[in-house]
C-alpha cells in the first residue's frame, strides 16, 4: 500500500500530538485517520496516500477541536522520567520556542523535522507549492533563530 505501515502510524500520531497535545485524543484521532482512509474506495491513487492520510488526520484534529472547549495538558512521559536535565531544559526551551511561531509554520516545520516528510509531501498536505514550502520553511528557520538568539542574550 505505502511506506512500512507501522512507521507511518507513528508519525501521524506524534502529528496527532503535536496538534492535540493529549495522548489518548492522539491516539484515538490516529486510528479513526486509517479507518477512514481503509474505508475510502475513492481515493486510491498511486503516491498521494500519505498526504491523503495527514488531511484526514488534520480535519479530524480540527473537528475534535470543534466539539471541545477545554483539553487537559499533559506532561509527557518521556520528560517526567528523563536522566538527562540539559536535554530535558534545551527540550522545553525549543517547544516554548516553537509555539512563538503562527501556527501553520510550527506544522510546516514538525512535517519536515520530526516526521522527516520531503517538501513535496509537506506542500501537498498544506496544499502549498514546493517553493512555498522552501520559502515559508526558510523564513520560519530564521524566525526560530531570532527568537533563540534573544533568549540566549536575556537568559545569558
Known amino acids: 500500500m505505502f511506506m512500512d505501515t507501522e ?3 507513528d508519525k501521524l500520531y506524534r502529528y496527532c500530538y503535536m496538534k492535540t497535545k493529549h495522548q489518548q485524543t492522539a491516539e484515538d484521532i490516529t486510528q479513526e485517520t486509517f479507518l477512514r482512509f481503509l474505508e475510502s474506495h475513492s481515493y486510491k491513487e498511486i503516491g498521494k496516500q500519505t498526504s ?3 488531511t484526514i488526520a488534520r480535519n479530524l484534529c480540527y473537528d475534535h477541536f470543534r466539539k471541545k472547549t477545554e483539553l487537559p495538558l499533559e506532561m509527557k512521559e518521556e520528560m517526567l522520567f528523563a536522566d538527562n536535565t540539559e536535554t530535558q531544559t534545551t527540550t522545553i526551551a525549543l517547544e516554548q520556542t516553537l509555539q512563538q511561531l503562527p501556527e501553520k509554520e510550527q506544522e510546516l516545520l514538525f512535517l519536515r ?3 522527516g516528510l520531503s517538501a513535496a509531501q509537506a506542500a501537498a498536505i498544506l496544499n502549498l507549492s514546493r517553493f512555498a514550502v522552501y520559502r515559508q520553511e526558510k523564513k520560519a528557520l530564521k524566525q526560530l533563530k531570532k527568537i ?4 540566549d542574550f536575556y537568559d545569558g
Open 7 to 9: 512507521e507511518m502510524y
Open 52 to 54: 491523503y492520510l495527514y
Open 148 to 151: 533563540l538568539d534573544r533568549r
Open 113 to 115: 523535522y520530526t516526521n
